[in-house]
Nanobody, 118 residues
Framework: QVQLQESGPGLVKPSQTLSLTCTVSGGSITTNYDYWHWIRQPPGKGLECMGYIGYDGTINYNPSFKSRTSISRDTSKNQFSLQLSSVTPEDTAVYYC??????????WGQGTQVTVSS
């Protein structure tokens, strides 16, 4: 069973860069046709897909975040990461990593709360 675990600071100051890592166990991030997503949920709002990195290293960003977002991976550690720059309080959210294949999300991390505040 594939399991995902987010990690990173819970508090980030405005204008700084938010950095999160998702550690995957029970499966490889290079498994064919798996896509590894970052998704967030601001308080009182719905889920927002930020982007993903594919099994083959291809990356796709939500245009709403593209100018501020960078997704990368470390296959030796079976991890993938998110960086969101120039954060504001509106970036306060629960951030999730998730595994998707054939347009279905099969595995989710438990989520990590990130608060942007001075």
């Amino acid at each position: 069973q594939v399991q995902l675990q987010e990690s990173g600071p819970g508090l980030v100051k405005p204008s700084q860069t938010l950095s999160l890592t998702c550690t995957v166990s029970g499966g490889s991030i290079t498994t064919n046709y798996d896509y590894w997503h970052w998704i967030r949920q601001p308080p009182g709002k719905g889920l927002e897909c930020m982007g993903y990195i594919g099994y083959d290293g291809t990356i796709n960003y939500n245009p709403s975040f593209k100018s501020r977002t960078s997704i990368s991976r470390d296959t030796s550690k079976n991890q993938f990461s998110l960086q969101l720059s120039s954060v504001t309080p509106e970036d306060t959210a629960v951030y999730y990593c998730a595994r998707e294949t054939t347009f279905t999300f099969y595995s989710w991390g438990q989520g990590t709360q990130v608060t942007v505040s001075s």
